[in-house]
């Protein structure tokens, strides 16, 4: 008889933990979620302000960066931008067209290039042993 009770008793705690699991977890969620404004409350309107002047500087960082990636360019004087991540994206992302604008000056075979890029030393040096178009 006790081995027949043992068996339901074995598949119960692990349910039960999770159970416990699931609880904390909600309990955790509704800790971090904000304070919601009791109803017919005021809302404050600088706090409104503040948040949305955040999230539009962040919404233009956020275009200068992806008009930057995109137009395969460095970043221009009218491109500022004050995000670390976006900042950090769009020199990587200048880094790389200067890369590629250094390969299709070699590829094209220009008469005088001006390297920019990682490699503009062994660009200028696989220039110079380049054999001279007919």
Not at 107 to 127: C, I, M, N, V
């Amino acid at each position: 008889m006790a081995r027949n009770s043992a068996v339901p008793v074995a598949l119960a705690v692990p349910f039960a933990l999770y159970a416990l699991w699931a609880v904390w977890a909600g309990v955790r969620a509704e800790l971090a979620a904000p304070v919601v404004p009791a109803a017919g409350a005021a809302p404050d309107e600088k706090k409104h302000a503040e948040a949305r002047a955040r999230a539009e500087k962040f919404a233009r960082d956020v275009r200068a960066t992806a008009a930057v990636a995109l137009g395969v360019r460095g970043p221009a004087p009218g491109d500022r931008i004050e995000d670390a991540d976006c900042l950090a994206l769009t020199r990587a992302a200048a880094a790389r067209a200067a890369d590629l604008t250094d390969l299709e000056q070699f590829l094209s075979g220009a008469e005088r290039p001006a390297y920019t890029g990682r490699l503009k030393d062994r660009f200028a040096e696989w220039h110079s042993v380049r054999p001279k178009r007919l």
